[in-house]
């Protein structure tokens, strides 16, 4: 009996040293803590700082997808290429819709790294509705871009509706093709304030 208690002894002992730095899936009611939301339109970049972004943070990742894409209309209208009748009512329909508009187990949360594109001076219009759909309460963002410091800003204050809605973080600006050291970086950073 006594040889039998050791060896449980011994062998709980070693299965506790064995998993001690394993990671665990969170149990229900956890936090998850970090998601990493963007959307991309073409060739913007952002799908790339978003993924080195949850790479070093160390998280998943959630695309926002619009039911139908509009970035090629906003390149043809950027480069003053003529649009159709068409296109035009695709650009400023009031029936944009996402694809999935609230990402999988969204409440459980609490740090959103947002990626998004300047259109026209502005937020991305499928970033823009993503926020308008979400429940937002006990959430921090830390938006990012590509593009100058006054656009990161402007991003900025859009988001957070002229600091109306509370949590957004100011926006990081970065050029594009930027090195994932860098995002790398700023991601690390935010782990330090976090």
């Known amino acids: 009996m006594h ?63 619009p039911e139908k894409e509009y970035g090629g209309l906003l390149n043809k209208l950027n480069s003053s290429e003529e649009l159709s009748m068409e296109e035009l009512e695709d650009l400023y329909s009031t029936d944009f819709k996402l694809k999935q508009p609230v990402p999988d187990n969204w409440s459980e949360y609490d740090r959103i790294i947002l990626g998004c594109p300047i259109w026209l001076n502005g937020a991305a219009t499928p970033v823009k509705l993503f926020l308008d759909e979400n429940n937002l309460d006990d959430k921090t963002f830390y938006p990012f871009t590509i593009g100058t410091l006054d656009e990161a800003e402007t991003l900025t204050t859009q988001l957070s509706l002229d600091n109306w809605r509370t949590g957004f973080a100011k926006a990081e600006s970065f050029e594009k093709g930027a090195s994932p050291e860098t995002v790398a970086q700023w991601v690390d950073t935010l782990n330090s304030e976090h």
């Not at 073409?42 to 993924?51: H, N, Q, T």
């Open 3 to 65: 040889r039998l208690r050791l060896f449980s002894t011994v062998l709980l002992a070693l299965i506790l040293l064995a998993t001690a730095g394993c990671s665990l899936a969170p149990e229900p009611g956890d936090k998850l803590t970090t998601l990493v939301v963007y959307y991309s339109s073409d060739d913007d970049g952002i799908s790339e700082l978003a993924r080195e972004a949850a790479r070093t943070a160390k998280c998943q990742m959630f695309e926002i997808q």
